[in-house]
């Protein structure tokens, strides 16, 4: 019998609940997901709700890590404008709940994150929450919000051709 795989916390992809789906040949039933996820079968993100760890999941369950590098390969084909509005607003939804009520932005959100990206997040929920503090009052927050879905979208489209 071969020994288990090895985890490397550098190795590692972050999904949603969705997303990790697509790994199995069923998908996980939602009460099962996260009875998992609550014993420590499946491996949840420090600092990002919602995510979790694939790879460090698949080790702890004795199976093969997804590829990283074929990963990124893919992730590479997505637009840089594209990518940035969707780490962006990632980083705005995990610091501001209010933008859940607002309407999405026109663009999909990646189903799965590198290291790279979680690190690039983090960092925008920093500055985000530092311009969120310039906004006192509630018709100022109001507008900003609107403001930045808009110039978000455009953004993520600006470089498509």
């Known amino acids: 019998m071969s020994a288990a795989p090895k985890y490397d916390p550098n190795n590692e992809i972050f999904v949603r609940r969705e997303d990790f789906d697509r790994v199995f040949l069923k998908a996980i039933p ?7 996820v609550s014993e420590g079968k499946i491996k949840k993100a420090r600092d990002l709700e919602g995510w979790y760890l694939l790879n460090k999941t698949l080790v702890h369950q004795g199976m093969e890590p997804v590829d990283v590098e074929e990963f990124r390969q893919e992730r590479q084909e997505v637009p840089q404008g594209l990518k940035n509005s969707q780490l962006l607003y990632i980083a705005v939804l995990q610091s501001d709940a209010a933008f859940e009520i607002l309407s999405p932005p026109r663009f999909k959100l990646p189903g799965t994150l590198t290291p790279e990206e979680v690190g690039k997040i983090q960092i925008l929920k ?6 969120m503090d310039l906004y006192t009052e509630r018709s100022e927050r109001i507008i900003y919000r609107h403001g930045f879905l808009d110039a978000l979208d455009a953004a993520a489209f600006v470089d498509r051709e």
């Open 30 to 36: 939602k009460a099962t997901f996260h009875r998992w």
């Open 126 to 131: 920093a500055e985000h929450l530092k311009v």
